[in-house]
């Protein structure tokens, strides 16, 4: 097996626990800006993707909070906070 299908067994494993509002938001005017192109391919969750209008959009469903989107894009970007206690992703690598 593997090494990328033994990860995604064990992120299937994981659970994840919505919260009231969206940990991470692209703020307004910024669904276009260069720096969010990346985040299509590098987000090791698939939370990004781009509608045919070329604006990036966002899912958290799936989150694992590694802060790479964070990282990549910047808070001027991205408005990025950890989830509220007890939501989120909980790991649960067996």
């Not at 969010?36 to 781009?50: D, F, Q």
């Not at 958290?60 to 964070?70: K, M």
Request: hydrophobic share 35%.
């Amino acid at each position: 097996m593997s090494e990328s299908v033994k990860l995604k067994a064990k992120l299937g494993l994981d659970v994840f626990k919505p919260g009231r509002e969206a940990h991470i938001k692209i703020r307004p005017g910024m669904e276009k800006d260069h720096r969010l192109k990346p985040m299509v391919r590098i987000c090791p969750a698939g939370c990004y993707s781009e509608n045919e209008k070329t604006e990036v959009m966002l899912t958290i469903d799936g989150c694992l909070e590694c802060g790479t989107c964070r990282l990549a894009c910047g808070m001027d970007v991205l408005d990025w906070n950890y989830p509220e206690g007890g939501t989120g992703v909980q790991f649960r690598f067996g």
